[in-house]
């Protein structure tokens, strides 16, 4: 199964709030899995990725973070957001024989 | 690291026409292409990749070729339909312990016209 979930579909929240978007993965175990920001008309930002639980690397220095607490669970955070924050978050696994990347229905965060 | 360059950015067809998108990479050490297809307001979605192994890999009518010599590949799309209009991605993996990292080019938002 290449199924990935991610909450909420949709989010407005004010500058200096914090963030939290959830990513949880079905199919084979120990998948990596990514973060992305896509800007309104741009191409794909890798913000974060991981290769197992609790390993996590960043991409792209910036006022967020990622966590790995389970093994098909990946978390984007921030404590405080910045009007650059906004955009379309999407999660992404790969895996498996191929480990071709599938991508995750996304979340599109506006910052006011 | 990678680097993905490609190109038209943009690309308008006429309805049956053929499109090609093409892409070049930097890291000589790449063995896996990967094509996305996007829709407005929704995920990329893989229609298509290549392997280092092989020249060209057809799907009904999309096809990839690649030129390792060159460091090159491209994305064909025969007898386009509206359907197909759309943003393209290309993508390489990374060499060595990065080889799951996609680097992906800026993409192409390809318009097939009636």
């Known amino acids: 199964s290449q199924t990935i979930h991610q909450w909420p579909a949709t989010l407005v929240q004010p500058v200096g709030s914090p963030l939290s978007l959830e990513c949880t993965v079905e199919?084979?175990?120990?998948?990596?899995l990514y973060w992305y920001r896509q800007a309104a008309g741009r191409g794909l930002q890798l913000l974060f990725y991981s290769v197992g639980i609790g390993q996590i690397s960043s991409e792209v220095p910036q006022n967020l973070s990622a966590s790995r607490p389970q093994d098909r669970q990946f978390i984007l955070s921030s404590k405080k957001l910045l009007l650059s924050d906004s955009g379309f978050y999407l999660c992404?696994?790969?895996?498996?024989?191929?480990?071709?990347?599938?991508f995750g229905p996304g979340t599109r965060l506006t910052v006011l | 690291g990678e680097n993905v360059e490609q190109h038209p950015s943009t690309l308008s067809v006429q309805e049956g026409d053929s499109a090609v998108i093409k892409c070049t990479y930097s890291?000589?050490?790449?063995?896996?292409f990967p094509w996305y297809k996007q829709e407005l307001g929704k995920r990329p979605q893989l229609i298509i990749d290549i392997r280092s192994n092989v020249g060209e890999k057809k799907d009904q009518r999309i096809a990839v070729t690649l030129n390792k010599t060159a460091k090159h590949f491209s994305l064909h799309i025969t007898e386009t339909q509206p359907e197909d209009s759309a943003v393209y991605f290309c993508?390489?993996?990374?060499?060595?312990?990065?080889?799951?990292?996609?680097?992906f080019g800026k993409g192409t938002l390809l318009t097939v016209n009636p």
């Open positions: 199919g084979t175990s120990n998948p990596n």
């Open positions: 993508a390489a993996s990374g060499s060595g312990g990065s080889n799951y990292k996609l680097t």
């Open positions: 992404a696994k790969s895996g498996g024989a191929y480990n071709e990347q599938f």
């Open positions: 890291d000589s050490a790449s063995n896996y």
